[in-house]
């Protein structure tokens, strides 16, 4: 393992963390390879602004349906030079009920050190407590 190598993805995948954070979309865009898939449950989008159009709709969609919807500052575990886990906590506040959401996206990085792959790791538990989160304040039955 390359400790150079693994210092500089790593500072990439934490400023992919931090600009997503911040809905710094456009910089966020900078960080992907024009190659980039991200396999989101049973759907890939591909390139830079497929993946940053979805992050961005999904932050609007959000924002509109709830009274509350910040970011929390993600963290980054290293796995190897070229692997790293973004953990990501949302807060969600919605007729004055707050909800805790934690979730996690797989970065993997090519040669030229651009993000080339990322995966959203599905949690069964976190998805069951959103869901029980938007039935408590009528956000879906």
Known sequence: ????????????AIKFGSTLDNDQFELTKKLLSDDCNYFIG?????????ICNSYEQNMVEG??????LEWGESSIES????????????????????HIHRCEQVLN????????KITHIENPEEKEKLAEFY???????
Request: negative net charge.
């Open 42 to 50: 049973e759907a890939v989008l591909t390139g830079p602004d497929e």
């Open 63 to 68: 924002r509109e349906k709830l009274d509350t």
């Open 1 to 12: 393992m390359s400790s150079i190598l693994m210092k500089k993805n790593e500072q990439i």
């Open 109 to 116: 990085f090519n040669n030229d050190g651009l993000i080339c």
């Open 135 to 141: 039935k408590a304040v009528g956000l879906i039955e």
């Open 79 to 98: 796995i190897d030079d070229k692997k790293f886990i973004v953990h990501f906590t949302d807060y969600l506040t919605h007729k004055n009920k707050r």
